[in-house]
């Protein structure tokens, strides 16, 4: 480490404090509760930070894939009875064994493609990086090793299709709408730009119908999430500071999103890893995270009619709530529209508000874990017999589509604001 | 360090997968929730009885020490492996092996959540009443060997009143079965009894055969409020001196229920200076009369609210109150000693007292809550370590309290165990003849002191 960087695991040493290693984590994490290992456990990777903190790099190879064991899905922040947030700590130490070790290659490669659009819009290469799909783990000790792309050879994971021409390359960049209608700025993010576009037609024909004026900013980039977790946290800041530019450009009433891992860096993840040392770029990112609003709550707010836009063949559907959903408290509205959505009828599942195991570029690591969380709620979802599971993020699509067809289960995965655009789209 | 052909043994029995000794997993088998840290030199991880033997064997052949541990969420250090050694993790061994409806019992693995276990048995409509705090992450044979307690003891007792027999691999590794599956059973000594509560000092549990009962039909959950802290004193001594046994009784103070309500705001009356969660089960017509009688018993004791929950949904919005005060503890001082007293339940009002007096003496914020309706009382000693005197302050306050609660004909720990902890205290309570016996029992099973050694006893 040189001296210049700061440690970032300063930035939570009072956070660490807070862990008086109870156990309680042991009874909510996802990662836990396939690898029954305590290092799996919030406790054990915040002991692990703890004497990463101290300098005993001696650790660093056992931790580095202890610390990778983590979906930075929030549950054990939830049910913390220090409210510690592991989820930063993990963060922090992925940022400090970066620093130690320098990155590993694919996330080296991670970093080179999502900072780059012009290599992103190279549809294989963006498959890449969206995807963890074209890459599969060699089976190993260390549990780390990749074995590098494997595109259209197809393996275990079911993959998607990339579409053939990027949902922003397809649009103007300013879509004018009403007068006295709201101004939106439509952040896309990769997953529907360059896999799923029909996320963002159906978003964008949503907003529209509700007259608004929608900007799709040239200029925007990666959210940068598949950096963070290999700890590349400065390709994180770039990929802030680049998105920063791209969406202050125009004045606006609202930052949206449709995808929740996306909503989850614009809101909480940007502001919290710029340092105090730049209040002024932290002060701007955080005005970033108010203006930052999901679509389905910002549908609901502007008063949508789904019964006017939505689905109407008959179909029985079920909600998985996404981790960045559920840490920023976004669970009724969805539901709320969907319900409101004629011929739509809503049953919950067991555990709905569970991780579905994609974590990120956790899936790459540890695809067969990442499976057997998401084998709970594949088995869940068929249990409720619904005709379509719903949520509101591209990747946890990307992993439940995956996890239902290795059940053999032919259950539909869509995305809310899909079923919601329906009518008007038909 | 263990050497390599030791090593080797060890893996030959549990196999690669389950023998680690990379310095992250000695860490993470280091600690439990008292914040020590000791590492050992290799954890293993074995699936049945046979391989806990085999490393038992090998052990005491070799004299190395070996610490059995489940979740890891013990408060007395009972699982931490001091002096280094090597640690035996029982939670692979986590399967429900029978649910005995005829004969109302269940064989289970003691790496089974606590849990997990009970909501099995509910679907059946049967019931593990013990509760421990940390019955959603602890496992069953360390509840067993810590004796875990829990808010339901008042009525229904703790672990050791569930459990019926045990099959134990004894520390020079013979596998023997203790105890059975009748409700009587007179044939030898009461071996069952003796392991509860060792603290895996004499044995590494494998199986455990527990007693269920019915599944009470109905629950009536109150939350009642004093304007003095003696009063709520008072009132538990006074229901059951009525003959009413409630399911819990359990007891915060004002300095508890101060730190709730800063983080929380419940809207507290201005005069709450102590409450009382009382909640009682079984026959509907019989609880509805429970919930008459006692609030007729504690009216005159300064009870400035009574809410009866009346629903489900309404029983856990008054368990609420007691769930934060956890959470909201740190706010007074970022350190705490939790202590966990036991006195005769008439003693309640008196040892609250001298813990009153105990804190003015030495100037430290006590906070207290717990079960008061068994006599056992949480007693939180809030420090901040980095303030130089306060550990000094904070262990003799804590000598105090215990000294207290013998002094009322008490004990100085309830359900949390001796383990580290409490270890220096223990000859306040017992005496050279009681360590002699309790020595005695130890190396007569565990002759090479293999078995979690330097815990308990002093």
Redesign the interface.
């Known amino acids: 480490m040189t001296k210049k960087q700061t440690d970032p695991l300063e930035r939570v040493a009072q956070d660490m ?2 862990c ?8 909510n994490c996802p990662a836990f509760s396939t690898f ?4 799996a ?1 919030a ?2 990777k915040v ?2 930070a703890q ?1 990463l903190a101290k300098g ?1 790099i ?2 660093d ?3 580095y ?2 610390m990778s064991k983590c979906l930075l899905c929030g549950s054990c922040v939830d049910k913390c ?3 510690v947030p592991t989820d930063e700590i993990v963060i922090a130490a992925r940022e400090a064994l970066a620093q130690r070790r320098g990155l590993t290659t694919f996330h080296k490669a991670v970093g080179q493609v999502i900072r780059n659009r012009k290599l992103m819009n190279f549809g294989a290469l963006a498959a890449a990086v969206l995807g963890p799909i074209f890459f599969r783990k060699v089976p190993s000790t260390s549990g780390l090793r990749l074995r590098f792309p494997m595109p259209f050879l197809g393996g275990s994971r079911h993959v998607p299709q990339i579409a053939k021409k990027p949902f922003m390359k397809r649009h103007p960049e300013v879509i004018k709408g009403e007068p006295g209608k709201p101004t939106i700025v439509f952040f896309v993010g990769c997953m529907t730009n360059f896999v799923y576009t029909e996320i963002g037609e159906a978003t964008l024909a949503l907003f529209r119908h509700l007259g608004c004026t929608v900007i799709i900013p040239q200029g925007q980039q990666c959210c940068g999430l598949p950096g963070m977790s290999g700890g590349d946290l400065n390709t994180v800041r770039e990929l802030a500071e680049q998105n920063l530019a791209a969406l202050e450009k125009y004045p606006a009433d609202y930052v949206m999103t449709a995808c929740a891992t996306c909503g989850g860096a614009l809101h909480k993840l940007y502001p919290l890893v710029i340092g105090k040392r730049n209040p002024e770029l932290k002060a701007r990112l955080q005005a970033l995270a108010d203006r930052t609003v999901d679509a389905a709550v910002l549908l609901q707010k502007l008063g949508l009619h789904p019964e006017e836009t939505g689905a109407a063949e008959g179909m029985r559907i079920t909600y998985h709530d996404p981790c960045h959903h559920r840490t920023a408290g976004i669970a009724k509205q969805p539901r709320a529209l969907l319900k409101d959505t004629p011929g739509l009828e809503l049953v919950e599942m067991e555990g709905a508000d569970r991780c579905c195991g994609l974590g990120g570029t956790f899936n790459v690591y540890h695809y067969e874990s990442s499976l057997d969380i998401n084998a709970g709620k594949s088995a869940a979802i068929i249990e409720t017999g619904a005709d379509a599971v719903v949520t509101g993020c591209p990747g946890c699509i990307m992993q439940l589509s995956d996890g239902l067809k290795q059940a053999g289960d032919k259950t539909r995965v869509l995305h809310t604001v899909e079923l919601l655009a329906r009518k008007i789209r038909s | 360090m263990l050497d390599a052909s030791v090593l080797k043994q060890l893996t030959d029995i549990v196999g690669a997968e389950n023998i ?1 000794t ?4 000695l ?3 280091g ?3 008292t ?1 020590m ?1 000791f590492l050992p030199d290799a954890v293993v ?1 074995p699936d049945s009885a046979e391989e806990v033997s085999k490393i038992l064997k090998l052990a005491n052949e070799l004299k190395l020490p070996v610490f059995p541990r489940g ?3 013990g408060f007395t250090g009972g699982a931490l492996p001091k002096g280094g050694g090597i640690v035996l993790v029982t ?2 061994m986590n399967r429900i092996l029978r649910i005995d409806t005829d004969n109302l019992v269940a064989e289970v693995e003691p790496g089974v ?1 606590t ?1 997990a276990f009970q909501m099995a048995v509910e679907k059946l409509g049967l019931f593990y009443p013990p509760d421990p705090a ?1 019955l ?3 496992t069953l044979g360390g509840n067993v060997a810590e004796c875990a307690g829990g808010p339901r003891a008042v009525k229904y007792g703790v672990t050791k009143d569930f459990v019926m027999g045990l099959e134990v691999v004894l520390p020079t590794g013979a596998i023997i079965r203790t105890g059975g599956e009748t409700v009587k059973g007179v044939v030898g000594y009461d071996l069952t009894k003796l392991l509860c509560g060792s603290e895996g000092t004499l044995g590494v549990i494998t199986k455990i055969i527990f007693k269920l009962l019915p599944y009470p039909d109905a629950k009536k959950t109150m939350l009642t409020v004093f304007d003095s802290i003696d009063g709520a004193a008072r009132a538990v001594s006074t229901i059951i001196k009525n003959k009413i046994i409630p399911t819990t009784l359990e007891f915060m103070d004002h300095p508890t229920l101060t730190c709730v309500e800063r983080r929380f705001n419940l809207g507290m009356p201005d005069t709450a200076r102590a409450v009382l969660l009382i909640e009682v089960d079984g026959d509907r017509d019989l609880i509805e009369k429970q919930a008459g009688e006692i609030h007729k018993l504690i009216e005159p004791l300064g009870l400035v609210q009574f809410r009866v929950a009346k629903d489900a949904a309404e029983s856990e919005e008054l368990w609420k109150v007691r769930r934060l005060v ?2 909201s503890l ?1 706010d007074v001082n ?1 350190d ?1 000693f939790n202590e966990d007293i036991v006195v005769p339940r008439s003693k309640v009002p008196d040892v609250i007292r001298r813990i009153e007096a105990i804190q003015k003496l030495y100037d430290i914020p006590i906070v207290n809550f717990g079960h008061a309706g068994d006599g056992n009382i949480h007693v939180n000693i809030m420090i901040d370590k980095s303030v130089p005197g306060q550990l000094e302050k904070a262990h003799e306050a804590i000598k105090e309290v215990f000294q207290a609660a013998l002094d009322l004909g008490g004990t100085m720990s309830g359900e949390h165990g001796v383990g580290l902890a409490k270890q220096p205290y223990i000859p306040m309570e017992l005496n050279a003849e009681q360590i002699t016996a309790m020595k005695a029992i130890k190396s007569a099973l565990d002759p090479n002191n293999i078995l979690n050694p330097g815990k308990m006893l002093p």
């Open positions: 404090k807070k008086v290693k109870c156990g309680a984590c042991r009874a029954q290992r305590e290092p456990t406790r054990g002991a692990l004497h005993d001696t650790l190879d056992g931790t894939a202890a009875p220090n409210q | 680690a990379g310095t992250q997993d860490i993470c088998y600690y439990d929730a914040q840290e991880h979740a890891g969420s939670t692979r959540v849990e940390s959603k992450f602890s956890s959470p740190r970022p705490k």
